[in-house]
């Protein structure tokens, strides 16, 4: 099984709906921990602009976090009344590697 990245970016249409934003993110992050498969969340907020990723174990697990009813009924607020542009990409991991110091 190969890791999967989905990579996001959305543009808030105002800083006046920060709180709505937000609390779309805990909706959508709280939903992605739940699927069977999840590994990683992050995110960063710069002025107006929102970034992050969530990394799933599968296709199949970040399939499931799509296909959530939960997850289209955010992403349909978002593209009506929140955000006045956003983007998706989702990534396939090749190859990997790290280490770790132990003297650290």
């Known amino acids: ?29 709280d939903l992605a ?11 960063a907020t710069d002025g107006l602009e929102y970034w992050g990723f969530v990394v799933f174990d599968s296709d199949e697990a970040a399939q499931s976090w799509k296909a959530h009813p939960t997850h289209g009924a955010i992403h349909q607020q978002g ?4 955000y006045s542009e956003f983007g998706t990409q989702v990534f396939e ?5 790290q280490w770790r ?3 650290a």
């Open 33 to 43: 921990e739940a699927i069977d498969g999840f590994v990683e969340w992050r995110d």
């Open 101 to 103: 110091r132990d003297d």
């Open 93 to 97: 991991q090749v190859r990997g590697a």
């Open 1 to 29: 099984m190969a890791l999967q990245l989905v990579s996001f970016r959305a543009t808030l249409r105002d800083s006046a709906l920060r709180g709505v934003h937000e609390e779309m993110v805990r909706g959508m992050r």
């Open 79 to 82: 593209e009506a009344s929140v």
